[in-house]
Nanobody
């Protein structure tokens, strides 16, 4: 897999952005996809990234971090083979570099970066107050 994120940018507090995760090397539909973020000034190790949301491959069930529940939504377009992260009611504390990642879990998904095998390069989200 070669994951590519897009859709980041600069937005005011309360605004919205939609991130996309696509793949140029394989079939994203066969993988659980997670969204993670790394805030500026935090440790850059992959295992330190905060899990935000994930979606399973089997039945598209989703899980969210408490910090984004009710504001973020992860969805999958099976035809386009893209996974989206819709982010509404953004707050300055959501500012971070956002990454999508993939793992071959058969069912469900988890927000643990250590379980994911493939990662994109990230897209920056900046929320101003």
């Amino acid at each position: 897999l070669q994951l590519v994120e897009s859709g980041g940018g600069l937005v005011q507090s309360g605004g919205s952005l939609r991130l996309s995760c696509g793949d140029s090397g394989g079939d994203l539909n066969n993988y659980a996809i997670g969204w993670f973020r790394q805030a500026p000034g935090t440790e850059r190790e992959r295992v330190k990234r905060e899990g935000v949301a994930c979606i399973s491959s089997s039945d598209n069930s989703t899980w969210y971090a408490d910090s984004v529940k009710g504001r973020f939504a992860v969805t999958r377009d099976h035809v386009k083979k893209i996974v989206y992260l819709q982010m509404d009611h953004l707050k300055p504390e959501d500012t971070a570099n956002y990454y999508c990642a993939a793992e071959g879990r058969v069912s469900g998904c988890v927000l643990d970066p250590e379980t994911y095998d493939y990662w994109g390069q990230g897209t920056q989200v900046t929320v101003t107050s």
